[in-house]
């Protein structure tokens, strides 16, 4: 069984910077794609960044430029560098695991098969 763990949210200020982990255990962790979702109050889940086994990337526009998803296999982590945070940013973050050995980045929420409880994000203005 899979366990995602975030952490590293909290409150900033708009133009201030975070940066979130997501520690995984319970599966090789090097062979699947991972993914950093967003949810706001009253709003649907949303894609906000993935990397593949490979380690490419993906970002929704909203966040391009502005954060970075990275991996490191060695510690089965994955990071969310976020810089310039805009109150729009404000969500629960929540990584997620796609149960597809060596597969592409998706967008769509029902692609992933574990995910994290969750860490808030709020970003004031």
């Known amino acids: 069984q899979v366990q995602l763990v975030e952490s590293g949210g909290g409150l900033v200020q708009a133009g201030g910077s975070l940066r979130l982990s997501c520690a995984a255990s319970g599966r090789t962790f090097r062979s699947y794609a991972m993914a950093w979702f967003r949810q706001a109050p009253g709003k649907e889940r949303e894609f906000a960044a993935g990397?593949?086994?490979?380690?490419?990337?993906l970002y929704t526009d909203s966040v391009k430029g502005r954060f970075t998803i990275s991996r490191d296999n060695a510690k089965n982590t994955v990071l969310l560098q976020m810089n310039s945070l805009k109150p729009e940013d404000t969500a629960v973050y929540s990584c997620a695991l796609r149960e597809r050995e060596y597969s592409t980045v998706k967008v769509s929420p029902g692609e992933y098969t574990y995910w994290g409880q969750g860490t808030q994000v709020t970003v004031s203005s």
């Open positions: 990397i593949s086994w490979s380690g490419g990337t």
